[in-house]
Every structure is written in C-alpha cells, then in structure tokens.
C-alpha cells in the first residue's frame, strides 16, 4: 500500500520541487544548523520543526521514496482540480479515478522506461582517403584501418578497478556526513575520508583511463570504382559507429582526393595533355609517341602542324562512374621553336625563309 504523505516536503526545506539532490542537501544542513535541538534547548517549535525538516529529508534524498511522493502529490493535485471543478467525489467515482490514476502512472513509467531503452543508431564516420591520378581512373583496392570503440572489457564500463568490491565508507557509513560536538553543540561536517561521496575513493580503470570505452582498428579491404574524382563519397553500410541498446551501427564515409599528375589533366571524362613538338616535326609530318593511361600509343602528325593543334584519342579519357563508356584523351601539340641557333643554321633558316616568301608572293600573283 503506497505512503500517505500530508505535507509539503518541497516547501519544508525551502527548494523548488525540481532541485537535485544537492541542492536538497545544502538547504538540509543549512536548516539543521538552524533548528538542531542542541542549540535551541527547551524549544519546542525548533525541536517539532527540526523533526520536520528531518522527515522531509529522509524521503526526498531517497530517489525512490521521492518518486513515490512525488506521484501521490501529482494524484492529489488531480483530485483537487476534479473537485474544484464540480466533479462528483462519491465513493464509485473515486474508485474509478483512482484505477484511472493507477492505469496512467503505469503507462507513464512504461513509456519512459522505453524511451530510455529506446534502439539509437550508431554515429557516421568520415575517412579522407588520398589517391593517385592513376588510381583515381582506374580503380584500386585499399587497405584501411577504421577506428571503432567498445565498452572497457576490464571495468565492464564503470571507469574504475573493481567498481562491484568499493565499499561504503567506514568513516560516514555512506552519509557522506560525520557529526562533530564543538563547544557542546553537534555540528554537520563533509565526511574527510569520502569527500561527502558516500563511498571509497575509487581508483581509475588502467586499461581505459576512466573514459569507459577503449579504442581500436578494424582493417577492411575497400574497392575503389574506376573513374572517382576529388570529393567523390563512397558509402559502407554498417562500418560506423556502434549502435546502442541493439541500434543498427553506423555508416562509414570514404572522401576522395584526387592528387595533381605531372602530365595529365582532367576535365570531366576527358583527360588533357600537352606535348611539346619540333619545329621541323610540324612542318614536315611524322609520328611521335604519347603517353597514355593504357600506355605509350602512337600519335601521327600531319605535315604543316600548327602550335596548339588538338589531336583526340577516342575512349582513353576516365571512365564513368556506371561503366557504360568513357571519355576521350585530348592532346595538343605545342611546337618549339629553337633559340640557340649556329651561324650555319641561321643562314640555312634565312635561305628557307627567303624561298619561303618568294613562294608565296608568286602564288598571289604580287611583284618580288
């Protein structure tokens, strides 16, 4: 059968009825202090007031006790309204509200009983994973180290040795308190030993440094698609965090960076290049060959090449993401002009370059 509180606990000790229980206890040794028998001899409002200050003490410092008082006070104050409202308050009515009050509280202490066991799922990570122009076009499998945590298997998550084997403290009897007789008075002090904790000093678990939750590193072998770029994201399902209370885990987020190529360049699918040609090469025609991600492949050169010139090879540029095709390698051809020329090759530019003019004049029919 529950409790039967008449008075006002709350208003007793002077807090709010949302205080914890420290400022419970503060407002408690405050108010002894004031009413305590011993300093106050022969008063009978102190020693019946102190007796209640100690009634409402015991009941709100015991979490469990609170909460039973807390529940009849929210029944009574339900029962007030239903008055002050005109409701009948015969003996089937207040069965009735009572197996209603009943049905509720249980519902409620329910519902927050599975609100705090509720299934959450585990955090994403992110891991920044840096790959060659190569890689990055044809795909790579990779070896990486995902960092996970667990509960400490030595502490079993309390963060400390043998959190079951700390007794309570001898000194206060887990009070936290010890009462002292200074000039014939009793007077409340923290207990030196525990520090006002109730308990032993605990020592810090040597295997996760008190944090509860120790670190370690899965490998896992990740297949990288053909044709990712920079700031592609790759998902692995169930590779993140862990869940609680039987949550699924988390997900893992692989962030791509691409390096620079000293040779190639990409633009979109495409890859672009460029490579330098001679000069007598342009004029006259040949072949060259050029690198390409498949390999060396021969390029030819038509005779009367210009600087800048753009030359294609179909399906050697970055395949797509699906597999369905791929792009193009475009390269362009930068002729060279040579600057340290002999006297012999200077005069052999200037004849050419002479025969060169009278050519062309007489092709447009104009005077030498």
């Known amino acids: 059968m529950p409790a039967i509180y008449s008075k006002d606990y709350y208003a007793v000790l002077g807090v709010s009825r949302d205080a914890d229980s420290g400022m419970i206890k503060k407002a408690y040794r405050s108010l002894v202090k004031k009413y305590h028998p011993d300093c106050s001899p022969g008063d009978k409002a102190a020693e019946e007031r102190f ?6 003490y015991e009941v709100l410092k015991d979490p469990r006790r609170r909460l039973e008082y807390d529940t ?9 309204a239903g008055r002050e409202h005109g409701a009948p308050a015969g003996p089937k009515r207040r069965g009735r509200q009572a197996a209603a009050e009943v049905v509720e509280e249980i519902f409620e202490f329910l519902k927050n009983k599975i609100d705090g066991q509720r299934k959450r799922r585990g955090e994403d990570l992110r891991y920044h994973m840096v790959l060659s122009f190569e890689e990055a076009a044809r795909g790579v499998e990779k070896e990486i180290h995902i960092p996970k945590r667990e509960v400490c298997p030595r502490c079993m998550g309390y963060g400390y040795e043998a959190p079951l084997k700390n007794p309570v403290c001898k000194v206060c009897r887990g009070e936290g308190e010890i009462t002292l007789s200074e000039g014939g008075l009793k007077v409340l ?6 520090g006002g904790k109730g308990l032993r000093p605990r020592q810090t678990c040597g295997r996760c440094g008190g944090a509860k939750e120790i670190e370690y590193r899965v490998e896992r072998t990740i297949k990288i698609p053909a044709g990712v770029d920079n700031g592609s994201r790759l998902r692995i399902r169930g590779e993140g965090g862990k869940g609680e209370n039987g949550g699924e885990p988390g997900d893992l987020y692989i962030v791509i960076e691409v390096a620079d190529h000293p040779f190639f360049r990409r633009e979109h699918f495409d890859i672009v290049c460029e490579v330098p040609i001679r000069f007598a090469l342009a004029a006259l025609g040949g072949e060259i060959k050029v690198s390409t991600l498949r390999g060396e492949k021969v390029l030819r050169i038509p005779p009367g090449t210009q600087s800048g010139q753009l030359f294609v090879f179909k399906g050697y540029g970055i395949p797509w993401l699906n597999g369905a095709k791929k792009g193009d390698q475009k390269i362009r051809v930068l002729v060279e002009v040579p600057r340290d020329l002999s006297a012999e090759e200077r005069k052999m530019i200037e004849a050419f370059d002479r025969s060169y003019q009278k050519r062309t004049a007489a092709a447009r029919g104009a005077p030498c």
């Open 51 to 56: 007796k209640e200050i100690q009634e409402a």
């Open 72 to 80: 009849a006070d929210r029944r009574r104050a339900r029962q007030g």
């Open 189 to 194: 002090r923290t207990c030196p030993a525990c």
